[in-house]
């Protein structure tokens, strides 16, 4: 690897020549050659319609071959990309076009059903696959891959990152940042040029460029597409492409696990997965069935902060505090004492363990495009705090404990809920599990649990029984069970729509009064009688619940 390429336009103009296959697509076959041309001739058409570096141009596609093309073309034209979520509709959708101030919008005709009555003033846009693209493209053939102009600190991505409230904010990462997170990844896991990685999830976050194509593109490994995540074409697929490597989020990997096992699943080249929120349960029927080791990491969208699973990390902790990563107290500021357990892995000390994680190491975190407020809001005293909450134990290794606004505090206790989640997922019928906190109708907390699959009530309870790391406090109160965990466009748990519903919807809703031994379900004359507060509205009540029975 040549560590003497500090851009992303020097990676791509270093494929000029290579005929090597290095881009499959839906029975296509581009050379790595092929995709260098391609993102030259569109530089040199960028260079025309923007007027000039810095511009902005927004990507509306599905994983197609334009994705990568137009990536490798903004930084070769030394022009940012903003990657366009196509599950945001009317306002919100043209608002990040707007906010992210984009000159020119490349999409695909299945798209242009979002962009009708859309007022996009000072937006023009490209619509890939017709005779106008393909005529706009044609006078640039044969122009060459130049990455003389590139600089480090150009700025090519501004990707969205999701939030639980307010406007998604756009992350931004410049060439020299994106070369050297593919550099670092492709070490870490010894990637190399031989490789073919699967990109499956959505281009548009930064998963997949950032963790999936940049990697491929610092090695010379080829990529493969695919325009959509499909779990029932996982495996198929990655045979079909020879994938070697693939990466995923949220609740991805249980997809694929849901499809029927076959005897010769293990018959395939992946050697390793990559990603966040499988979970210790899934990487484990994960590494069973297909036979191929999940690696769970944490990184931090804005890349502020991140952690390296190495050997030897136990068994649910994300890997070792580097130099810099410390767990504080949110109130006082004051690093949190190590978490202590018990013989059965229960978290003895959440209430004090359980903290933010904060770099106070120098970071490559890049800012956010306009918008100040959410910018100070992670740097605050020169720190990077990542909004998320995590305990480490006394050898120093880090356990993720969810996003600051999953904590719970039931009976005056932090509780971490990535680790509820971890132990509910053993729960036989349970395909997918989120945790989050419910009001009390006295003070504090309840835990509610949203799971996705079969439910007995009491098979349920005798197997919260059985679990020995399961603390006293852990056991939810409220059970929701759905046919399909609500998610956002990147597979993740839609929390913030669960936690807003809480009690309010229309699923059905089982509870276990204190002291009882089983659940029941939740009825509208709960609010007069047992879940009645001493004091307040009812939880029932409060959030206008109107249970219906299925």
Not at 15 to 30: A, N, Q, S, T
Not at 333 to 338: K, L, R
Not at 349 to 362: K, S
Request: contains cysteine.
């Amino acid at each position: 690897m040549d560590s003497r390429r500090r851009t992303v336009a020097e990676l791509v103009a270093g494929r000029w020549g290579d005929h090597r296959p290095g881009l499959w697509f839906e029975g296509r076959v581009l050379t790595h050659h092929e995709v260098a041309a391609g993102a030259a001739v569109r530089a040199a058409l960028l260079a025309d319609l923007l007027p000039g570096p810095g511009a902005h141009i927004g990507v509306l596609l599905d994983n197609t071959p334009e994705y990568p093309l137009w990536l490798s073309a903004a930084a070769l034209a030394r022009t940012a990309v903003a990657g366009i979520n196509p599950t945001r509709r009317g306002p919100e959708l043209a608002r990040d076009i707007l906010h992210t101030e984009c000159r020119l919008l490349v999409t695909e005709p299945s798209r242009l059903p979002l962009l009708h009555g859309l007022d996009l003033p000072g937006v023009r846009l490209l619509v890939t696959g017709t005779e106008e693209y393909d005529t706009l493209l044609a006078p640039y053939a044969g122009a060459e891959p130049d990455a003389s102009r590139a600089a480090p600190e150009d700025r090519l991505l501004l990707y969205f990152t999701s939030g639980s409230t307010g406007a998604p904010k756009a992350a931004l990462c410049s060439q020299g940042r994106l070369a050297a997170a593919g550099r670092s990844l492709a070490e870490q896991f010894r990637l190399g040029p031989d490789g073919v990685h699967y990109v499956c999830m959505p281009m548009f976050h930064g998963n997949a460029v950032i963790a999936d194509w940049a990697p491929a593109l610092a090695t010379g490994a080829g990529i493969a597409l695919r325009r959509r995540f499909s779990a029932s074409g996982f495996l198929a697929d990655v045979r079909a492409y020879g994938a070697t490597y693939f990466t995923y989020v949220g609740r991805a990997i249980q997809y694929v696990l849901a499809t029927e096992a076959r005897e010769d699943d293990r018959d395939n080249p992946l050697r390793l997965g990559f990603g966040t929120e499988a979970g210790a349960v899934d990487a484990a029927a994960f590494e069973r069935r297909f036979g191929v080791r999940l690696v769970e990491g944490y990184g931090s969208s804005e890349g502020g902060a991140a952690i390296q699973w190495a050997p030897g990390t136990p068994r649910g902790a994300v890997g070792r505090a580097g130099p810099g990563l410390v767990v504080l107290d949110q109130e006082t500021g004051q690093e949190c004492p190590p978490a202590r357990f018990d013989a059965a892995g229960r978290l003895l000390n959440g209430d004090e363990a359980i903290g933010e994680l904060v770099n106070r190491a120098p970071n490559p975190f890049e800012g956010y495009w306009r918008n100040p407020e959410a910018e100070a809001e992670r740097r605050r005293g020169g720190w990077y705090w990542t909004g998320d909450l995590f305990y480490r134990d006394a050898d120093g290794y880090l356990y993720f404990a969810g996003r600051t606004d999953d904590r719970l505090r039931v009976d005056s206790e932090n509780l971490a809920a990535a680790m509820i989640e971890n132990i509910l997922a053993r729960y036989e019928g349970a395909v997918a599990v989120a945790v989050y906190a419910v009001p009390d109708p006295v003070t504090g907390d309840q835990v509610m649990a949203t799971l996705a699959g079969t439910f007995d009530p009491r098979a349920f309870a005798d197997f919260l029984a059985a679990q020995p790391d399961l603390g006293t406090k852990m056991a939810p109160r409220f059970v929701r069970v759905v046919e399909r965990m609500p998610v956002t466009a990147t597979n993740k748990i839609h929390r913030a729509r669960l936690r807003k519903e809480g009690l309010a919807c229309a699923d059905p809703v089982w509870w276990r009064p204190p002291g009882e031994p089983t659940y029941r379900r939740l009825l509208p004359e709960h609010a007069e009688g047992p879940l009645a507060p001493t004091r307040g509205p009812s939880p029932v009540r409060r959030q206008g619940l109107e249970p219906r029975t299925r």
